[in-house]
Structures are given as C-alpha cells and as structure tokens.
C-alpha cells in the first residue's frame, strides 16, 4: 500500500513537472488570459465564477488554471499550481484591467467616462422600449425556427442569437444562463468600433484617411509615410506577430502590457507601407492611441466614444475596457448585450444613418467595404468581408464584424439584414456558411 501510494506521488510530480517545463515561459500568459476573463464576466457581465471556469477558461492550457475572487476588493487572481499569480481588477466605467507585475489599481487615471443616456421610448431597435410584433409574410418562420435550433445544438456551443430584418426584430434565442440583458465580449468585434470611432471623426473634419507623419516617434524614418488607410487597413508594413498559442506581440501585449498603444509604436518596418496585408491587434490599440492623441485631454477621450457613437445610438449596456494607461483598448475589450452589438450592425445596415441623424458618411460606409489586396477580399477597414465568397453561400455584399471564439454582427445589405450570434465555437468548427445560409433561405 505504502509503495502504491508512493509511486502514485511519483507519477504526479512528474506529471506536475512535464506541465510546468512545457508551460511555464507561458505560465504569466495563461494566468492573466484566466484573471482577466474571470474578473470581466463576473464583475461586469454578472457571471457565475463556476459557469466561467467551466465554459469560458475551460480550454488548452487555461483550464490548467485555479481561480480566487475577492468580492471585497472586486478583484480575481489566477494561478497555474500555485505559480505566477496575476490579477485583473475592475473599476466602475471601465470594466476589468489586468494588472502587470508591479503596479496596482491605484496606478489606474482617476477619470471616468461621463455618459449621457436619455430615455429611449421608441421600439428596439431604435429605441429600448418592447420591440413591435411584426409579421412578414416572405418569412418561413418554421423555417427560421429549424435555422436557429441548428445553431443551439451542444457541440455549436452558441449562447445567443440575435436577427434584425428591414429595422425590425425577426428572432432572438438564448442558451441557458444567458438572455437578452447579458453582456457578452466582443473580443475583436472592438476593432470595428475602433473603425467607427474614426469614421465619427472623418465625418467631423477632425481626420483624413490619406494623411500620414501620424506619429512624434516616426518622424525621422520610413514610418512617417503610413497613413491611417494603412492602418485600417492592416497593411501598414509594421512588424507584428499575431498568434495566440504562444508567447507573441499580441500575447506580450494583451497580458504583460501597460500601455498597449506603444507595443505596435515601437515596431519597425518590414515593407514599404500598403504592400503587405497582416492581420494586427496591435495595429487596433496603436489606432487608440491616435484617437487619443486628437484631444487635448484625457476626459475628452473618454467621453467621445460614448457620446458620438455608443450611447448616441443607445448601446447603453456597452463598456469599453482600458489597459493601465487608461487607454481602450481598441482590438479586444469591449462588452455588451447582444441586442446592442445587433444595432451596430444596423447603423452600418443603414449607411451610418440612426434616427435621421447621419453618424456615419455613406462614403465612409463604402471605404469600410473595400477589400485590401492580399486579403482575398476578405478584409476591409477593420470589418470582415465576403468579396471573393468565403462562405460561398451567402451573398458576396456580407461584412462583419469577428470576433475570438466566434463572436459575430454581420450584416447582409441585400436581405436587409443583421445576423448576430455569440458563442464558444467558431468557423469551421461551427460552420457559418450553413448556419448563414439556412437563415437567409428562411426570409427569401
């Protein structure tokens, strides 16, 4: 008994010590994905911390994971066998931060985002009131219904499911656990509202996409020719290393960072701007250092995101999360209802027009949709495209915005439509080409 019970601690330890020799250069990465996640969807979505580790964190190597909250101090840290502890914090108005080593929430702006959110008594979408309980007779509803139990089977791991058809609430379902007033992370859907941010700004004057010399740091080498087309449109030349199975400049970023901003910043060329297209979260957050860099203060900063696109389109379940910095950041951390990322959808659906007012231009809508060569046009300003027929069934005028672990807004001009769904399967694990497909069969 005694020499089973010793080799069993035998096999453990080593175990134990195969992990920790594979993970631990990564092991900072894994507990801040793990504490940063943890903190976001209990103390700004609400989550159980149970459901979160099961389902949210429940994948290679995060699940290697142990998690402790504490409710006092709205704070969870996260460790891998008792090694490398990282915590996130939450800070009301701005969501979670991950803490790199060393600092603390006291070293967070003390500024909060001033939002301004007037009753909206019209019917959802453009409006918060109960929808209208419209009928379309060119809708197959049982078809619809078929359409969307397909997209909630087990292994689809959907969570929810939100359809705008010509201004209108068409369906909406949700997985246990979740219903219409959950917030769910956009992860890189951010990048979109990063894009639109910059179209507010077009619209005012205040930018133009051709100009370049973006940048104090880039004055005096070949950077000082990337425009803000270049960098909408990820082909800016900067070098830049976008995978997350290792450590890389967007894990380094992400999870060791201050200031996400500067990571990109600090990156030399590797070919002339406008030649290469290479997909760039640090590109987003730099993109969010610029827009800050257009006010003269920090507060105004804050705010214009909120005032000019979020809540002016009553997003009012939307949060934006910064770094330490006090930066958005812009490629990654944005959280709201899937009600409200469907009327982001709808404002672009709309060529930028929301309740007679035109927040966006017509002209930026078309230059969102352009596709950058070397995509395979499957790219434009920081929205997905379906140009060359990615998903061959669905009409090649789609755009969207994507997200990790297939998050979704996508929008269907041609059948007046908004498709948004959530969840923790993405293409082609869950196949957006058949579940697309099967919806817009239903309203043909």
Same mark, same amino acid.
């Given at each position: ?247 890389? =400049?967007?894990? +380094?970023?992400?999870? @060791?960072?201050?200031?996400?901003? &500067?990571?990109?910043? %600090?990156?030399? !060329?590797?070919? *002339? ?66 009600? =409200?990322?469907? +009327?982001?959808?709808? @404002?672009?659906?709309?060529?930028? &027009?929301?309740?007679? %007012?035109?927040? !966006?231009?017509? *002209? ?66 869950? =196949? ?11 309203? &043909?």
């Amino acid at each position: 008994m005694k020499r089973t019970v010793t080799i069993t601690l035998l096999v453990l330890l080593l175990v134990v010590g195969v992990v920790v020799y594979i993970y631990y250069p990564r092991l900072n990465l894994i507990t801040g994905f793990a504490a940063k996640n943890m903190c976001s969807c209990v103390y700004e979505a609400g989550r159980d911390p149970e459901s979160v580790a099961a389902q949210d964190n429940n994948f290679e190597p995060v699940h290697l994971s142990d998690f402790e909250l504490n409710r006092e101090k709205k704070a969870a840290s996260s460790t891998v066998f008792g090694l490398k502890e990282r915590v996130a914090v939450y800070n009301e108005g701005f969501g979670c931060t991950l803490l790199p080593q060393g600092t603390n929430k006291d070293d967070l702006p003390p500024e909060k985002p001033k939002r301004v959110q007037p009753p909206l008594a019209s019917p959802y979408p453009y409006g918060n009131e109960k929808p209208l309980d419209t009928v379309f007779p060119e809708v197959d509803y049982d078809q619809l219904e078929t359409a969307l139990k397909n997209a909630f089977f087990e292994e689809h791991k959907t969570r929810a499911v939100v359809l705008l058809y010509k201004g209108h609430l068409l369906s909406e379902e949700y997985a246990p656990g979740f219903d219409k007033s959950t917030k769910l992370l956009g992860w890189s859907m951010t990048k979109s509202i990063t894009s639109a941010i910059l179209g507010v700004l077009q619209r005012k004057g205040r930018i133009a996409v051709d100009e370049d010399d973006l940048f104090r740091e880039w004055e005096k080498d070949r950077r000082a020719f990337i425009t803000l087309d270049n960098l909408l449109k990820m082909n800016s030349g900067l070098k830049w290393e976008e995978d997350y199975t290792r450590i890389s =400049d967007v894990t +380094k970023m992400l999870f @060791l960072s201050k200031d996400m901003s &500067e990571v990109q910043l %600090e990156k030399s !060329l590797e070919s *002339d701007p406008g030649v290469i297209w290479n997909y760039s979260s640090g590109t987003s957050n730099l993109l969010s250092g610029f827009i800050r860099d257009e006010f003269a203060t920090y507060q105004e900063y804050l705010d214009f995101w909120y005032h000019e696109l979020i809540d002016r389109i009553g997003m009012y379940s939307m949060t934006l999360e910064t770094d330490l910095a006090g930066n958005y950041v812009g490629s990654s951390y944005s959280w709201a209802t899937p009600r =409200d990322w469907a +009327k982001f959808g709808q @404002l672009y659906l709309n060529r930028g &027009e929301w309740n007679g %007012e035109q927040i !966006l231009t017509e *002209d930026w809508i078309n230059y969102t949709v352009q596709p950058v060569a070397g995509s395979k046009g499957q790219y434009g300003a920081h929205f997905w495209l379906n140009a060359e027929g990615y998903y061959p069934d669905v009409p090649r005028d789609l755009f969207s915005a994507n997200g990790f672990q297939g998050q979704h807004v996508f929008v269907i001009p041609s059948k007046d439509l908004v498709v948004v769904r959530f969840g923790l399967a993405e293409h082609p694990e869950f =196949d957006l080409n058949i579940f697309l497909r099967e919806i817009i069969a239903a309203v &043909e």
